[in-house]
């Protein structure tokens, strides 16, 4: 899906967004109030200037219009790998990129992120995954790498990994696999302007992804272990 059309979608009371070079920005209406606008698109790479880009859009939002809510649009493919992006630091410019967000957030403005495409790797862990809550459309791509690059850098025979995706999420792509492990809230179907106005009206600002992941069966341990760190007892087994 275009950007174009998903913003006409989900914004029928009218929107001003914009597109440079992969970056999105502007604001949209919602059940009669503005929303800030913060994205990309073309399956684009995170490299130090969409970084920058984004931060600089939320950090104006906080100073400019305090509590307004952000939707965070996201199609990326992940951080750009170019030795220039790795010299001058890209881990830290995606870190203040999601710090921005934690400010945003800390300072009373609701965030939700929507994947509608592309959703891979530290791109998308500085973006979608800082919201409040973060769904996704039916057919968007999300995965934290793809199998057969996996199977190179932890030298795990494809064929295995392959094995391990049918039965733990982890290490399957998809929507359906990151909403069992929780970090996928919702996938919307429908009227996407009704359920964008929903998420905004629920949001929170208490983290449930774990708590969330194991009540779908997606992830046994995260919240074990945060039960028992909390309680200082001991991790005790399934």
Not at 64 to 78: C, K, N, Y
Not at 146 to 164: N, S
Not at 181 to 201: K, P, R, T
Not at 207 to 215: E, F, H, S, T, Y
């Amino acid at each position: 899906m275009s950007w174009q059309t998903l913003a006409d979608d989900l914004f029928p009371q009218g929107h001003s967004i914009t597109e440079k070079a992969d970056f999105l920005s502007g604001t949209a209406q919602v059940d009669g109030e503005v929303v800030a606008i913060v994205g990309t698109t073309g399956h684009t790479p995170i490299g130090i200037e969409i970084a920058l880009s984004q931060a600089q859009a939320i950090l104006n939002t906080v100073r400019e219009h305090p509590g307004r809510a952000i939707v965070i649009l996201v199609d990326t493919q992940g951080q750009r790998l170019r030795h220039r992006d790795e010299m001058l630091g890209i881990n830290s410019y995606m870190a203040h990129l999601g710090k921005c967000i934690d400010l945003a957030r800390r300072e009373g403005h609701k965030i939700i992120g929507l994947v509608y495409d592309q959703a891979l790797s530290g791109g998308f862990i500085t973006s979608g995954l800082m919201a409040d809550a973060c769904y996704a459309l039916p057919n968007a791509t999300i995965r934290v790498m793809g199998l057969p690059a996996m199977a190179r850098i932890t030298k795990v025979p494809e064929e295995r990994l392959v094995e391990l995706a049918r039965s733990n999420p982890v290490f399957a792509p998809g929507p359906e696999n990151y909403h069992r492990m929780g970090g996928v809230a919702e996938i919307w179907n429908g009227d996407l302007a009704v359920q964008l106005a929903q998420a905004l009206a629920t949001a929170e600002d208490t983290d449930r992804r774990a708590a969330v992941g194991l009540q779908r069966g997606g992830r046994n341990w995260s919240q074990r272990v945060v039960d028992a760190i909390v309680s200082g007892s001991d991790v005790k087994p399934l």
